[in-house]
């Protein structure tokens, strides 16, 4: 999915709405072509984007590739809620070609695919 450029700007201001940054200048540090200011770096806004916004979008501001190269285990740390680093671990192991592991019956997180998909099956009397 390619994103116009009003689009991406759009999205600038969906993550911008706490700053007194212009979205404009946001995109010039995205795209590396001005020097980031404090608290804004690329870093920064990409970690708002995997928080703030739907997968699909996030990959198409940012690009396969560069959503590849930056997401690290420092930006997983600074994810919240916490539970997005298991979703994203995962999403960008499969874009990278990793090995991944799928759920054990009996794991944690079985139990919480299981909840979420047959609902409250389990425990009716």
Request: charged share 30%; proline share 6%.
């Amino acid at each position: 999915m390619t994103l116009s450029r009003e689009k991406k700007l759009e999205l600038m201001c969906s993550l911008n709405w706490d700053y007194a940054v212009s979205p404009e200048d946001m995109l010039s540090i995205m795209e590396g072509r001005i020097e980031p200011a404090a608290p804004f770096d690329r870093k920064f806004l990409f970690v708002r984007s995997l928080e703030r916004l739907p997968w699909h979008v996030t990959i198409g501001l940012w690009g396969v590739e560069a959503a590849k190269e930056l997401y690290t285990p420092e930006i997983a740390r600074r994810l919240w809620p916490k539970s997005l680093r298991t979703v994203y671990d995962f999403a960008f192991a499969i874009l990278r070609r990793e090995p991944v592991s799928l759920a054990e019956w009996g794991s944690q997180r079985s139990k919480e695919l299981r909840d979420t998909f047959l609902s409250n099956r389990w425990n009716r009397a």
